[in-house]
């Protein structure tokens, strides 16, 4: 079997590595209780390992009332019971250690759940308390204090601000909490709040754990003046919550602490729509990586595809990463099957609102896949992406779970249709996603289509997306062509991308990505043998939405 360790130098693995991202919830259910959990993750660690992966990145395990599926954590230090237990979490990343797979947690710094016990003793402790300076406490504005502190919004939808209430039933001071109400902001002015991170990213390395995934990276500074926010303000010094500079203090210590150990990985999750402020987070002694959300949202366009991937290879101090979607946005057969391919958190609505051509979708989903995992630097890969499971558009109003729904009045469908659980085997749901039987149906119903979709099925069918996804993890694992090599642009026709990774004439092979995002077919240089398509050649002519990977030996002969 591929294994991904031994290919790669231990200290930089994370420079050019396969990372699965693992919505634990949706994954596979080992207690039949319809909710994925660790012992379903452990159980399937060998699929993962046959896909081909380096490292799993796992959303937030830790014990929650799950207001935002999770990302609301009570006890940093422990896993919720739902999900199963520490002693899980060590067989777990043990057992993928010896598959030669690294472990990626989630951990969220902004905000924690009002379930924490921080924000209760903040509560009960009263207005000025020591308590209450972890979070950010305010008296409203206005007659009787009855307006929010200032007028920031919640990234969920309504105000940034919820009114306490105290035991006797008089309205008090105001929290702020960036998302949803259950999610108080830290303020990360306070040293222990600080202390207490650094402590709790000291407890999962010495569990083995290989890297973090830092939530929501650019928000933990805010302005302590808290003063209005401009609608239109832009991100960075001048902003009081997002981009601010003090937030890089926070990730130098962090990466001191990572790097006590070498070969750990701090992965920021940074939505900033300038490159060069995304830059600093991967200062040297900062963050190692932050994904690539650009290419996320960029549309399918041979042009803008260009210029972000150009972008994203100029941040000079880190490998790049590739991130085609995620548990946030929308999955990726279901975008490119629209007449806009572009994705955007907040125009969510108005992307629904297209007619999706899955057939298409797909056959672009493919093209993208071969695209990304040709370029230079870490790729992830969604889970499902590599089945091809779409987008669960028509979730019944009553069974829908994100607070984005719930607090935009159903007017943003949320993020749940990316979220269903997994199907495994069989013909029918739920597909076989709890392991040994179910009492209780999967936590979202999987649409019945998705019968062609599953694990099982795809392996047996050639053309499948999972064998897709297979054989490019295996020859970007194993192709020296593609390992930690640079990639240079060839000229191409309008619509099209190519561009060769590998060692310079006369040393070795180098490979050629070829991307078709025109609406003609192209010609492909005659003397080069193809290692892999995204989809059926018309003779030596490359389909409009297909993708092929080229192998000459030598650069020499495949520039000529
Ligand atoms: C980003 C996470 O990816 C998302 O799922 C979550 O709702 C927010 N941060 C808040 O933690
Ligand atoms: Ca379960």
Not at 208 to 220: E, K, M, P, Q, T
Not at 227 to 253: C, F, K, L, N
Not at 497 to 525: E, I, K, Q, W, Y
């Amino acid at each position: 079997m591929h294994n991904p360790a031994s290919r790669v130098p231990s200290d930089s693995w994370w420079r050019g590595a396969a990372i699965y991202q693992l919505y634990v919830r949706s994954f596979a259910d080992g207690n039949g209780d319809g909710i994925g959990d660790l012992a379903g993750a452990i159980a399937r660690l060998p699929y993962l390992a046959a896909l081909g992966v380096d490292a799993i990145w796992f959303n937030p395990w830790y014990p929650s009332p799950m207001s935002d599926a999770g990302y609301d954590i009570a006890d940093y230090r422990s896993v919720d019971p739902v999900f199963g237990s520490l002693a899980d979490a060590d067989t777990l990343i043990a057992e993928a250690h010896a598959l030669g797979i690294r472990i990626i947690i989630d951990v969220v710094p902004n905000h924690c759940s009002s379930a924490h016990p921080w924000f209760a003793s903040a509560l009960l402790a009263g207005a000025g308390s020591a308590e209450r300076d972890r979070f950010w406490f305010r008296p409203g504005r206005g007659p009787g204090g009855d307006q929010p502190p200032n007028n920031w919004q919640s990234i969920f939808g309504g105000p940034a601000w919820t009114r306490t209430t105290a035991p006797d039933g008089t309205p008090g001071e105001w929290y702020l909490h960036l998302f949803a109400p259950e999610q108080p902001d830290f303020n990360w002015a306070c040293p222990a709040v600080r202390l207490e991170f650094e402590d709790v990213l000291r407890f999962w390395f010495e569990r083995g754990v290989d890297g973090v995934r830092i939530d929501s990276a650019a928000l933990l500074s805010k302005d302590p003046a808290l003063p209005d926010v401009d609608p239109g303000a832009a991100p960075g010094p001048a902003h009081p919550y997002t981009d601010r500079d003090d937030v890089h203090s926070i990730y130098r210590s962090w990466r001191a602490i990572a790097d006590e150990k070498p070969g750990r990985v701090l992965i920021g999750e940074v939505w900033l729509p300038d490159t060069a402020r995304l830059a600093r987070y991967v200062n040297p002694g900062e963050l190692h990586t932050v994904f690539n959300f650009p290419y996320l949202s960029c549309p399918w366009s041979a042009v803008e595809l260009r210029q972000v991937i150009d972008q994203a290879l100029a941040l000079a101090d880190a490998p790049a990463t590739w991130v085609l979607s995620n548990h946030d946005v929308d999955r990726i057969v279901t975008r490119y099957g629209r007449t806009d391919t572009a994705f955007s958190l907040d125009r969510r609505q108005y992307f629904h609102g297209f007619p999706v051509d899955l057939a298409l979708g797909t056959r672009r989903a493919r093209a993208a896949a071969l695209l990304t995992m040709a370029l230079p630097g870490s790729v992830y890969i969604y889970q499902g992406e590599e089945l091809g499971l779409w987008e669960v558009q028509d979730i019944p109003d009553d069974l829908r779970q994100d607070p984005i729904w719930h607090r935009t009045g159903g007017a943003d469908p949320g993020r749940d249709g990316s979220r269903v659980p997994l199907p495994w085997s069989g013909t029918e749901p739920p597909f076989g996603f709890s392991l040994f039987g179910a009492a209780a149906e999967p936590w979202l119903r999987q649409p019945k289509e998705w019968r062609d979709l599953t694990v099982a099925a795809s392996s047996a069918n050639d053309g499948s997306m999972l064998r897709l996804y297979r054989d490019a993890l295996r020859i970007r694992g194993s192709e020296p062509a593609l390992l930690d090599t640079p990639m240079t642009w060839q000229p191409s026709q309008d619509g099209v991308l190519a561009f060769d990774r590998g060692l310079s004439f006369p040393h070795g092979t180098a490979v050629r990505c070829v991307a078709n995002l025109s609406p003609a077919p192209v010609a492909l240089p005659p003397n080069a043998e193809i290692l892999l398509a995204s989809g059926p050649l018309a003779g030596a002519q490359l389909p409009p939405d297909t993708t092929a990977w080229l192998c000459v030996e030598g650069r020499g002969a495949i520039l000529a």
